[in-house]
């Protein structure tokens, strides 16, 4: 039999080899194995066992890595339909598919030696002839605790209990006591977590119309479609996921669950925690090498059956799935920015296909393509109109900042006096205010009145952030940090000034405003590790903190009941974006962030500033029209045929030497244009929105249409089988979700 064989050179080939006769029985689809390769060898999997090959002279595979993970056969065709369908090679496909701790066959599994009783009729007669004498104390309650226990950890009796290791090494030699090493999970963040068990709640008839669905599909009643879960915010999404993953559980299956990295927080976690204990596993940013090994294992055993986590946990190994889940489906961190650049949401609507397990996409704000997936059919569409308590949902008020003159100096004009006042009797009352503004820093840009000169990143086309903390101007493209300068570097002047605003500036506005409340920050320059995520959680959900100030970081997935005002400090900011989506993003963002308020018993206001009270987008977002808006939106994206009326390719060029970007993103467009059949349109190359970043310049080309196989074929060849000239790298991103 021959082995076809993907190695872990990224060639984008697959080889043959024979599998030697004694190794036929343990060589299969999936295998991790070694293979002769050149003068060396190499490891790689095998994609498929056949009879045949059309190469003649073939060599024998080695055989199955030493320490290597095999691949669940599903997951290895998902994989080979990831490297067709995002243009990469079939490595970069198959490396997602395995974390690199599972792959790299370093990390092994942890052992433990534990202590047994060895023989239950010699330790009893032991214990007879020697209790109660002083010289054999130790020994006899060495044996008691372990005929007890049935067993225990070797270091524990030491560390623990405080027995000498010169006893139990006596009844070692002695025959009573055995040693085994025994493999034991790694104690990751989550696993002594003790959560108070949970109970399903009683569901509303919204959920309870959901669930049946579920019920149907899973008894093939209707036919099996992927489901679209709309549901305001607070309409109990969750509890339907949660009752659903029940469903399939009992059926002896397992289940995914993606939500988005940012909302995969300690409140979100102890909620499945509490439903599903220990066959929980959650795979989370923070897991150590060690960790994300033992989770693996766990699941591919069916020790855990759910996994949680962000994208990358639809690559599971989960046996028998019968459910994926992708909380806030709309959400755009589900596609990887780097190759291979798949959509998570899109790969387990494909997973879920192959291997007919359910899934569901919920949102507040469901992704225009999504939507029209609903509308045409392809997706079963269930709306949760109401909150799951009934709540009133919150009250929106729109500001028109313009009524409130230009920004004088010395006043904070980042606080309209509608949201001072809102934020004032909120602190008489003790109740909780979250601001959001989705920028963080300083200072947008530093200013030199004199001369006119602009801070900019020399490697970038941007201008730098100022963090007045930090007394820098930083990048946030290239991360370059510099001294803020005291005064200007080309006049040098001392009248400069700063200006535009980021989290920062609003932390020290509030402080001056707002007097004595606590307020705290929360945005990547104040998080650094998840330990600081989870402290300031943690105070603001013990009322340590009045107001939270903070990105996008605040604006998903966080439950606290005593929020009773959100203020979004500047609502238009996300609308001037160079980006079809840019309208999308920010009726969604306003709609997450305002699903903070009034999350309890106490009603939510919302207080929207914009300068553009008459947009449609904000107009929509403050009355919670989502078909309005939806209709709004998807009008304009068929006029013009954007997504999700065509497929959107984007080939990036980029490279230092912009003559040599330019002419080579010409060259290769139009030899592109060849395999542009009808209705498929080539737009470029142009220079990109930001048109430099870390000293690259960056060309795009984009491609629009509704049938793009031939094209992506053509981008396969060209882009994974060509070279490109030195100094010019050429990626591709099919379904690109940014046109940054
Ligand atoms: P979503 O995920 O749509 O934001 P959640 O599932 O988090 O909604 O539910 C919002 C709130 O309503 C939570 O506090 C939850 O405990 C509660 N809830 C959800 N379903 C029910 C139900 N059937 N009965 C009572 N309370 C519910
Ligand atoms: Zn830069």
């Known amino acids: 039999m021959i082995a076809r064989v993907v190695t872990d050179l990224a060639l984008d080939r697959i080889f043959d080899y024979i599998i030697p006769e004694d190794l036929l029985p343990v060589i299969r689809t999936g295998s991790r194995v070694t293979v002769p390769f050149g003068n060396s060898t190499r490891e790689g999997f095998v994609l498929e066992v056949t009879r045949f090959s059309t190469c003649e002279k073939l060599k024998s595979l080695t055989g199955p890595a030493p320490g290597g993970a095999n691949l669940p056969e599903k997951l290895l065709e998902l994989g080979c339909w990831m490297a067709d ?206 960790e994300r090994f033992d989770e693996w294992f766990r699941l591919q055993r069916g020790e855990a059956s759910i996994a949680v986590g962000a994208r990358s946990a639809l690559f599971a190994p989960c046996a028998d799935l019968g459910l994926i889940v ?55 569409l269930i709306e949760l109109k109401n909150q799951a308590r009934n709540q009133a949902p919150p009250a929106i008020r729109v500001i028109d900042q313009r009524a409130y003159g230009p920004p004088e100096p010395g006043k904070s004009t980042f606080f309209s006096p509608p949201l001072i006042d809102a934020v004032k009797s909120r602190m008489e009352r003790h109740e909780q205010v979250i601001l959001f503004l989705n ?154 962030v305002a699903g903070r308020a009034g999350r309890g018993d106490l009603p939510g206001e919302v207080l929207i500033q914009t300068c553009k009270p008459e947009n449609e987008t904000i107009r929509c977002a403050s009355e919670l029209d989502f078909e309005g808006f939806m209709n709004f939106d998807m009008e304009a994206r068929e006029v013009m045929k954007y997504p999700p009326y065509s497929h959107l390719i984007l080939v990036h060029f980029r490279g230092e030497d912009e003559d040599l970007v330019r002419v080579f993103a010409s060259d290769f467009s139009r030899r592109l244009e060849a395999f542009a059949g009808e209705g498929v349109r080539l737009r470029g190359p142009a220079p990109a929105p930001i048109d430099r970043i870390k000293g690259k310049y960056r060309y795009m080309t984009m491609i629009f249409g509704e049938k793009l196989g031939i094209i992506r074929r053509a981008l396969r060849q060209m882009t994974l089988h060509e070279k490109a000239p030195d100094g010019v790298d050429v990626f591709v991103d099919v379904d690109a979700q940014s046109l940054l």
């Open 439 to 592: 920028r963080r820093g300083y200072a947008r840009v530093m200013l030199c009145d004199a001369c006119g000169y602009e801070a900019r990143c020399p490697d970038c086309s941007v201008s730098y952030t100022y963090s007045r903390q930090r007394q820098t101007l930083e990048c946030h493209f290239c991360g370059g940090v510099i001294a803020a300068p005291e005064v200007c570097p080309q006049c040098g002047d001392p009248k400069i000034r700063y200006s535009g605003v980021g989290t920062e500036k609003i932390e020290a506005a509030a402080h001056a405003v707002f007097g004595p409340a606590r307020i705290a920050r929360m945005d990547s320059d104040t998080m650094r590790s998840a330990a600081d995520y989870e402290e300031t959680l943690g105070k603001f959900q013990r009322g340590d903190i009045d107001i939270l100030i903070g990105t996008q970081m605040i604006a998903k997935g966080l439950h606290f009941p005593e929020v009773t005002l959100v203020g979004i400090i500047n609502a238009d900011a996300g609308l001037a974006m160079p980006d079809f989506r840019a309208e999308e993003r920010t009726f969604q963002l306003i709609t997450q």
């Open 326 to 380: 992708v909380d806030e489906e709309h959400e755009s961190s589900y596609k990887q920015s780097e190759a291979p650049r798949y959509s998570a949401r899109d790969v387990a609507v494909m997973r879920g296909k192959l291997e007919n397990a359910l899934v569901i996409l919920g949102s507040a704000t469901p992704s225009c393509e999504s939507m029209l997936n609903a509308k045409n059919g392809k997706y079963h």
């Open 85 to 290: 369908y995002y243009c990469c090679t079939q490595e970069q496909a198959i490396r997602t598919l395995l974390p690199g701790a599972v792959r790299s066959g370093k990390v092994k599994p942890k052992m433990r030696k534990f202590c047994t009783a060895a023989d239950a009729a010699a330790v009893q007669s032991f214990l007879s002839l020697h209790s109660g004498q002083k010289a054999f104390a130790g020994r006899c309650e060495i044996l008691r605790m372990l005929l007890e226990s049935g067993g225990t950890a070797m270091d524990e009796l030491v560390h623990f209990y405080n027995f000498s290791t010169s006893s139990i090494g006596t009844l070692v030699r002695n025959g009573l006591v055995r040693v085994e090493e025994r493999e034991v999970l790694r104690r990751n963040a989550h696993s002594g977590r003790v959560t108070l068990p949970g109970k399903p709640q009683d569901p509303t008839p919204d959920q309870a119309r959901a669930l049946a669905v579920v019920d149907d599909m899973l008894a093939d009643r209707i036919p099996r479609k992927s489901i679209l879960l709309h549901g305001v915010t607070n309409s109990g999404k969750t509890e339907v996921y949660l009752q659903a993953i029940a469903k399939v559980l009992a059926l002896g299956k397992s289940a995914i669950v993606l939500v988005p990295e940012i909302s995969l927080t300690p409140q979100t976690v102890s909620r499945f925690r509490a439903r599903f204990g220990d066959r929980l596993s959650i795979l989370h940013s923070g897991l150590s090498d060690g």
